[in-house]
Structures are given as structure tokens and as C-alpha cells.
């Protein structure tokens, strides 16, 4: 590894993205961060996340919509490499509070691909989300499938930063989209049903299913994600200008083969079947084939050992904090 490589991270304290940043300084990477530490959850999970993963003072609070303070930052640090991860999640809140989701995910994701060419970025990768497949492609879903209208706004924020990257001038900047497929794992964000059906069970508290138990998901454990991000980052051939890559395991499982693994732990889940919401899809599964070509590592932890690991973690927390996060991320 080049000494000279200096990777800079956005969205470091979040839930990728700081799994991310403790695994590149493991690397030997120089590694910076940025974060705004929005409220969308209980900021003290950020906190307490970074004091957990030993990042505490490794990230600069900034805004990626703040475009002059963003350049000078990257002027001052000049990367070699970016790794755009900061962006406004969750399908349901881009429903009821839509802003967000114009700002950070698309006037923030144009300021930081273009301040990151201006500035002689090499790398810049960045991510996308499987939400951009709808229910329209055939499975498994291959990066080279037509997409249609996209069934949330959170979805459309995801697609539009692919068709940025695809059309805008980036010089030699190479540029990878790169699709999650429901990462999960410890330190999650409070608002994802791995975290709910794990602390709701631990806490005697009850579910609320709003999907049928018969949706598949491809699920996929954060640390695997890491591995392709940290290999794509040092790879000598990675793709010039623009490309998309699904980060998935290729193996989706019903959420009531989910419900079946937590039981199998010891949990005794409460679900209450809620009214369906229409933003769900009906499966997300993505082909690895690309990650086998391109030589990556292909996501390979199980569901049950990835949950097994989460719940460690639940296991390690306090009542109070997971009833905290968990209320705060209900009503927030």
C-alpha cells in the first residue's frame, strides 16, 4: 500500500461508515472523517459508537451541503481517495419529511463528486442502495438491469447519484456506485429491523410487522461490506470512470426464516402484524457475479452467525441506552 493514499470518509460516524473507518486505520491507512451528526437517531449512539470503535476525534463535524467548507476541507486534507457514505436513510421517513433526502443525498452528493475531482481525488466511491431495483427487475438483480420509476423518494435520491456520477465530467476520477443490500450488524442504526427485533425481544417489548413475513431480503453482515470496500480502495485496476456493484451476499432470506434464527438464540419475539406498507418490496437479491469478476471478496457471513454477532452486541449494551435509541428512532 502506497503511503501517500489518505482516505477520506463521509458519513464516518454513522453505522457503515464508521465500521469502515476502524477497519481502513486496522489497514494502516490515513483516514479522515466528516459528519453533520444529524438527528435523524439519538445522536448519542453516534457518540457512543465512536467511543466503542476507538474513533473518538477522528471525524470533523461538517456538512457535505455546506460546498465551501467542504472544498477548503479537501483542499486542506487533499485525498487520494473519497468514500461517499454520508446521505439521508430510511424508505418510510423520505415520505414524511422529504428534505433531507433533496439536500444531503443529492445537492450533498454533488458538492462532494464534484469538490472531489476539482481536488485530484483518484478514487471516489460512493454509496448507492439495492432500493433502486424497485420490484421490477427479474432476480437475481445484475447491475445491468433496466430500472424503472423508483417506489420511494429515498430510492430516487439513490438513483440520481448513479446518474450524476454516470453523466457528469470526472477527468480520470474513477467513480463506483456501489448498492447495499440491507447491511446489518453491530452498532446498526436503530431505525432497521435488525436492531428492533433484537432489542424489542430483549427489552419484552413488542414488534410492529409491516411487511408479510414472506419478504426476502438479502441480507448482508456490515463487516463484509467493509472487506469489498477496503479491497476496492487498494486495488490497482479498478475501473476507470463510472460503474455500479452490488454488495450483497446472493442469498435472501425470509424475514420469517429471520424471526426463526433470533427464536433459535433464545428470544422470544413479540410480532404484531401492522397494515402492509406500500414502499416495501417483495425481495431484494443481488448477483454477485460482478464482485467474482472484478476479484472481490463476496459477502460470505451467514445470517445466523451475523445475527448471532449483532446480538452479542445488544447483549453487551445497557437496557436504558437500547430503550433510548429504540423510543427515540419510534418517535423521532
Not at 466503542?52 to 486542506?76: M, P, V
Not at 445488544?314 to 437496557?319: A, G, V
Request: charged share 20%.
Amino acid at each position: 500500500m502506497s503511503e501517500k493514499q489518505r482516505v477520506l470518509v463521509s458519513g464516518s460516524a454513522g453505522f457503515i461508515g464508521s465500521n469502515l473507518m476502524s477497519s481502513l486505520m486496522g489497514l494502516g491507512y490515513e483516514v479522515f472523517g466528516i459528519d453533520s451528526y444529524s438527528d435523524y437517531y439519538d445522536k448519542s449512539m453516534k457518540i457512543s459508537r465512536e467511543t466503542a470503535l476507538h474513533l473518538s476525534g477522528k471525524t470533523k463535524k461538517l456538512d457535505i451541503c455546506n460546498r465551501i467548507a467542504l472544498g477548503d476541507y479537501l483542499g486542506e486534507i487533499k485525498p487520494n481517495i473519497v468514500v461517499n457514505l454520508a446521505a439521508q436513510g430510511g424508505v418510510r421517513a423520505s415520505r414524511t419529511n422529504p428534505t433531507p433526502y433533496l439536500e444531503s443525498n443529492q445537492i450533498g452528493f454533488l458538492n462532494m463528486i464534484e469538490l472531489s475531482r476539482d481536488n485530484g481525488v483518484e478514487k471516489f466511491l460512493f454509496a448507492s442502495s439495492s432500493s433502486v431495483y424497485g420490484d421490477s427487475v427479474d432476480a437475481p438483480f445484475s447491475e445491468d438491469a433496466e430500472l424503472s420509476a423508483p417506489k420511494s423518494l429515498y430510492a430516487l435520491s439513490k438513483l440520481s447519484n448513479e446518474l450524476i456520477a454516470k453523466h457528469l465530467d470526472v477527468n480520470d476520477m474513477s467513480v463506483t456506485g456501489l448498492r447495499f443490500f440491507t447491511v446489518y450488524g453491530p452498532w446498526g442504526r436503530p431505525d432497521m429491523a435488525m436492531f428492533r427485533l433484537l432489542t424489542s425481544a430483549k427489552l419484552g417489548l413488542s414488534f410492529e410487522l409491516t411487511a408479510s413475513p414472506s419478504v426476502k431480503r438479502d441480507f448482508t453482515f456490515v463487516d463484509d461490506v467493509s472487506s469489498v470496500i477496503a479491497e476496492l480502495i487498494s486495488s490497482p485496476t479498478a475501473q476507470l470512470n463510472f460503474g455500479v456493484l452490488n454488495v450483497s451476499g446472493g442469498k435472501p432470506y425470509s424475514l420469517g426464516e429471520l424471526f426463526g434464527i433470533i427464536s433459535e438464540l433464545g428470544l422470544d419475539l413479540q410480532i404484531n402484524q401492522a397494515k402492509y406498507d406500500e414502499l416495501d418490496v417483495r425481495l431484494t437479491h443481488g448477483s454477485v457475479e460482478k464482485l467474482r469478476k472484478m476479484q472481490l471478496p463476496v459477502p460470505s457471513t451467514s445470517l445466523a452467525d451475523g445475527v448471532s454477532k449483532t446480538l452479542n452486541w445488544i447483549d453487551s449494551l445497557s437496557n436504558s441506552d437500547l430503550l433510548k435509541w429504540f423510543e427515540y428512532s419510534k418517535n423521532g
